[in-house]
C-alpha cells in the first residue's frame, strides 16, 4: 500500500491505523471479488488495517465516508 504523504498521517502501528489529513482523500480498494471500490474521506477520517489469512482487512466509520 502507498499512500500520498499530504493525505493520510500513520497515527498507530499496532494496530495499523491511518488518518486523513484533509477532506476528500480517496482510497481504491480492490475487494476479494475484484471489484474495485473508490472511497472518499473526510479530514480527520480513520481506517483501521489488519491481515488474516494472507488478507487485508480494513474497518472505518461510515460516517467518515462523504
Known sequence: MDFD???WI???NNPVIFQ???NDVS???EDTSHKLH???FKNGAKFQMFRVT???R???NDDDIV
Request: net charge neutral; proline share 0%.
Open 5 to 7: 504523504e499530504d493525505e
Open 10 to 12: 500513520s497515527i498507530s
Open 20 to 22: 486523513t489529513k484533509k
Open 27 to 29: 482510497l481504491e480498494i
Open 38 to 40: 473508490k472511497l472518499i
Open 54 to 56: 494472507g488478507k487485508f
Open 58 to 60: 480494513l474497518t472505518w
